[in-house]
């Protein structure tokens, strides 16, 4: 599987940007799919998971109540909408599938457990 990410760029803080993450060469289907982040300097870190039927989520807490991961099965892809942008939001976002999801939402957050990793896509959020 190669995961796509898009939707980074440039915002102030406050604002609110989408970001997309679609496969090409196998569906996304039956994977626990999520979002990572990375900032200069740090280690990379858990955002959002979300189930392959989009039932079970997860979301680190410097993401509840701002952002929401959405399954969208019929165009298989993952989504994260992010509102409420901070400057410690600024990093590389990270989609990440995981073929062998054991249906335990705490599981969504363990980095090992993805066997797929997108490119990346740079968020910055300016103060």
């Known amino acids: 599987v190669q995961l796509q990410a898009s939707g980074g760029g440039l915002v102030q803080a406050g604002g609110s940007l989408k970001l997309s993450c679609a496969a090409s060469?196998?569906?996304?289907?039956?994977?626990?799919l999520a979002w990572f982040r990375q900032a200069a300097g740090k280690e990379r870190e858990f955002v959002a998971g979300v189930s392959w039927s989009g039932g079970r989520t997860k979301y680190a807490d410097s993401a509840r109540d701002r952002f929401i991961i959405r399954r969208d099965i019929a165009n298989d892809r993952v989504d994260l909408q992010m509102s409420g942008l901070k400057p410690e939001d600024t990093a590389v976002y990270y989609c990440?599938?995981?073929?062998?999801?054991?249906?335990?939402?705490?599981?969504?957050?363990?980095?090992?457990?993805?066997?797929?990793w997108g490119q990346g896509t740079l968020v910055t959020v300016s103060s």
């Open positions: 990440a599938a995981d073929p062998n999801y054991s249906g335990i939402p705490d599981s969504l957050s363990i980095e090992n457990n993805y066997s797929y």
């Open positions: 060469g196998r569906t996304l289907n039956w994977h626990a």
